[in-house]
């Protein structure tokens, strides 16, 4: 099938052109868990400074918002359209914000990669020093932290971890939700 838009209910809806994976949503409890506020200083990279925070913790995943705070520089990816049926939508060139940026919204979540280690992704909204809007796909390595402190909120958890794993139905590489046992 190729991806398309479908009217369902009134509401445009986007087909991906591979089989559905359901449940697409995983609603579960899991026992305990550890909040943590982050307030990174300014000139810090927001990424590197999250892998040193994290290091040492005993958690299987994590997620986040960014709270407050400002860039001195970022980069980003928008989905752009491509011309390929298998796969319609794909990350365009990086942004580059190079200046101030005020944080609309943030959200974090740090997955496993196939060897474990921590994975950050990240998606926000934000504003440029010319006030325009931003958005979309953060990415956390390149973002320094700017002429106020960032503050983050993370929630981290065990018994399920959030693994890259290939989408059949995207065609992309996304963080699906493994069940874990705590070692």
């Not at 943030?106 to 504003?127: C, E, K, M, S, W």
Request: aromatic share 8%.
């Amino acid at each position: 099938m190729n991806a398309h838009f479908a009217e369902r209910s009134g509401v445009r809806t986007f087909i991906h052109g591979g089989p559905s994976l359901t449940p697409r949503l995983l609603d579960l409890e899991v026992p305990g868990g550890e909040e943590i506020r982050i307030v990174l200083p300014l000139g810090s990279n927001v990424g590197a400074s999250l892998l040193k925070v994290l290091e040492g913790r005993r958690f299987a995943s994590a997620v986040g918002r960014i709270v407050c705070g400002n860039a001195a520089y970022l980069s980003y990816h928008r989905m752009i359209s491509t011309n390929k049926p298998e796969r319609p939508y794909d990350y365009g060139q990086p942004v580059i914000l190079d200046g101030h940026v005020t944080f609309i919204s943030g959200a974090i979540t740090v997955g496993r990669d196939a060897q474990g280690a921590p994975l950050l992704h990240g998606h926000a909204g934000f504003l440029d020093s010319d006030g325009e809007q931003h958005g979309g796909h953060l990415v956390l390595d390149t973002l320094i932290v700017g002429n106020e402190p960032m503050t983050i909120s993370l929630c981290l958890f065990n018994h399920v971890a959030y693994q890259v794993q290939p989408d059949a139905e995207t065609h992309f590489n996304l963080l699906h939700p493994v069940f874990q046992e705590v070692s």
